[in-house]
């Protein structure tokens, strides 16, 4: 059982649909991430929140809405997506962001695909 | 501009036998490596780590050899098994160049070992 849960695990909407993802960790953890994962590409880093402040956002469109409520809970607002957003995003937490020494823990990932 | 690589995108190997994955990189500033294993249809999951002031850890049946000189470190695996079977991600953090704990991924290598 991961620390790190996402909901849905699969989602299949259209252009003009809004839908969000839910990510929960249970590590006590205090910096949490979205990452996308593209076929045949790297993992890329899309926002980084720490203390439920963000800290980074790696010049992502604006149809993604990132949100954290609370050090556990992450969400990412999805609207007016295009086909080519369709792709594994996954959730990870960190004790710390801002040190090396850093390991990341994923979530199991939700599985989007834009029609 | 990619600084961490992983040049093999896939690896064959026969069960029993060693497995050995590469990655390099580009930045002298990074400190801290992990590997990451995924599963299809999951998150990448952490294996193992090493901070640059060793040049090897060992956990199990793995083990990750730092290069510092060469900019190289590779995951050794042996014996190798069956359930060994995954996409391998070797990632990199460190400070400076406005990197500040953030992991960077390398594309990926898939290892099948071979019954």
């Known amino acids: 059982e991961t620390g790190v849960t996402q909901t849905p695990r699969h989602l299949v909407m259209g252009m003009t649909n809004k839908k969000s993802l839910k990510c929960e960790q249970h590590?006590?953890?205090?910096?949490m991430y979205w990452y996308k994962q593209s076929a045949k590409k790297p993992l890329e880093l899309m926002f980084v929140?720490?203390?439920?402040?963000?800290?980074e956002n790696n010049s992502v469109p604006s149809r993604f809405s990132p949100e954290c409520p609370n050090s556990s809970h992450l969400f990412l607002h999805l609207h007016t997506l295009q086909p080519e957003d369709s792709a594994l995003y996954l959730c990870a937490s960190s004790q710390e962001h801002s040190f090396s020494g850093n390991t990341i823990y994923f979530g199991e990932g939700s599985w989007l695909t834009v029609v | 501009d990619q600084q961490v690589k992983q040049n093999s995108p896939s690896l064959s190997v026969q069960e029993g036998r060693i497995s050995i994955l590469n990655c390099d990189y580009t930045?002298?500033?990074?400190?801290?490596f992990l590997w990451y294993k995924k599963y299809p249809a999951e998150g990448p999951t952490f294996l193992i780590s090493?901070?640059?002031i060793k040049d090897k850890n060992e956990d199990g049946r793995f083990t990750v050899f730092l290069n510092k000189s060469a900019k190289h470190l590779s995951l050794h695996i042996v014996p190798s098994q069956p359930g060994d079977s995954a996409v391998y991600f070797c990632?990199?953090?460190?400070w400076g160049s406005g990197n500040t704990g953030k992991l960077i991924f390398g594309q990926g290598t898939t290892l099948q070992v071979k019954p």
């Open positions: 990632a990199a953090s460190g």
């Open positions: 590590l006590g953890h205090n910096a």
């Open positions: 090493i901070s640059s």
């Open positions: 930045n002298s500033m990074f400190d801290y």
């Open positions: 929140y720490s203390l439920e402040e963000r800290v």
